[in-house]
């Protein structure tokens, strides 16, 4: 096997800088490029992994297949690096639905993930974990969702928020564990995770109105301040509730007419 060096990547080599312009990542892959990637994803030096990291996602992005390199960007996931690991997790998220089986070989690199220290770290675990279809798994990706609903980062939380309905789909059997996480996000505070958590009740448990009650007002309240996708999701969900717990004001309106005009006719009556 070739060496970073001898590729022209190595660690002094122009190929290991970023330039002033990132368009050469999406310039014509030949088969030396892919060996190249190879050889970058190999090196022990952070700064290769980035290099052939970037130039997979860019693949990824122009709609080119990168999934032959999974196995090569499996093995980087226990880098040290936060941007290596960023990336890392970038390319299993696209990758791991379709890569199921590559994926549960590193299930426990995950499985501890969770715990880091960086927030984009930990709910990057949580997508790839729960994009896994192996329903073998599912009472992992449930205990993977349930520590992150608990998690102190809003942007982990909403992870988890949807991650319920990714697992829900994935084995419908965990639906009575997944409805106890959702009525925990619906208690949530934060704009950032209320828009998820009604989407995730929604998808999994839309008949349980139950869940809905103790939270409506705050829900009310939290909505001009959520982002545009979430505040769709809850007025859709707030005419939902409306139509079957408000009373129906034309209904009202036309009983008190009736009212009225028996009242009018019992005092003609008394005259």
Same mark, same amino acid.
């Given at each position: 096997?070739?060496?970073p060096?001898?590729?022209?990547?190595?660690?002094?080599?122009?190929?290991?800088?970023?330039?002033?312009?990132?368009?050469?990542?999406?310039?014509?892959?030949g088969?030396?490029?892919?060996?190249?990637?190879?050889v970058?994803?190999?090196?022990?030096?952070?700064?290769?992994?980035?290099?052939?990291?970037?130039r997979?996602?860019a693949?990824?992005? *122009?709609?080119?297949d990168?999934?032959?390199?999974?196995?090569? $960007?499996?093995?980087?996931? @226990?880098?040290?690096?936060? %941007? =290596?690991?960023?990336?890392?997790y970038?390319?299993?998220?696209?990758y791991?639905?379709?890569?199921?089986?590559?994926?549960?070989?590193?299930?426990?690199?995950?499985?501890?993930?969770?715990?880091?220290?960086?927030q984009?770290?930990?709910?990057?675990?949580?997508?790839?974990?729960?994009?896994?279809?192996?329903?073998i798994?599912?009472?992992?990706?449930?205990?993977?969702?349930?520590?992150?609903?608990?998690?102190?980062?809003?942007?982990v939380?909403?992870?988890a928020?949807?991650?319920?309905?990714?697992?829900?789909?994935?084995?419908?059997?965990?639906?009575?564990?997944?409805?106890?996480? *959702?009525?925990?996000?619906?208690?949530?505070?934060?704009?950032l $995770?209320v828009?998820?958590? @009604?989407a995730?009740?929604? %998808? =999994?448990?839309?008949?349980?109105?139950?869940?809905?009650?103790?939270?409506?007002?705050?829900?009310?309240?939290?909505?001009?301040?959520?982002?545009?996708?979430?505040?769709?999701?809850?007025l859709n969900?707030f005419?939902?509730?409306?139509?079957?717990?408000?009373?129906d004001?034309?209904?009202e309106?036309?009983?008190?007419?009736?009212?009225d005009?028996?009242?009018?006719?019992?005092?003609?009556?008394?005259?």
């Amino acid at each position: 096997s070739s060496s970073p060096e001898q590729c022209g990547v190595g660690r002094g080599a122009p190929g290991a800088r970023m330039s002033l312009s990132d368009a050469h990542y999406f310039e014509e892959m030949g088969v030396k490029k892919y060996e190249e990637i190879k050889v970058l994803l190999d090196s022990r030096e952070s700064k290769d992994k980035i290099e052939g990291m970037k130039r997979l996602l860019a693949m990824i992005s *122009i709609g080119r297949d990168a999934s032959s390199f999974f196995p090569d $960007v499996v093995k980087c996931v @226990v880098s040290s690096s936060l %941007e =290596v690991k960023k990336l890392v997790y970038m390319f299993l998220t696209h990758y791991a639905e379709t890569k199921s089986n590559e994926a549960l070989l590193t299930i426990n690199t995950f499985q501890k993930d969770l715990s880091d220290s960086n927030q984009v770290i930990r709910s990057s675990a949580l997508r790839v974990m729960t994009s896994i279809r192996v329903p073998i798994i599912a009472q992992l990706q449930v205990m993977a969702v349930k520590q992150c609903v608990r998690d102190s980062s809003p942007y982990v939380r909403k992870a988890a928020a949807h991650a319920t309905a990714k697992v829900y789909a994935l084995d419908a059997s965990q639906k009575d564990a997944l409805v106890d996480l *959702i009525q925990t996000l619906l208690q949530d505070n934060s704009t950032l $995770v209320v828009g998820s958590a @009604v989407a995730a009740f929604q %998808e =999994v448990c839309p008949e349980r109105f139950d869940l809905l009650h103790p939270n409506i007002r705050k829900l009310c309240r939290l909505c001009a301040d959520t982002d545009e996708w979430a505040q769709i999701v809850l007025l859709n969900l707030f005419v939902l509730y409306g139509r079957n717990f408000f009373l129906d004001p034309n209904r009202e309106t036309f009983s008190e007419g009736e009212d009225d005009g028996e009242a009018d006719k019992k005092k003609k009556k008394k005259k």
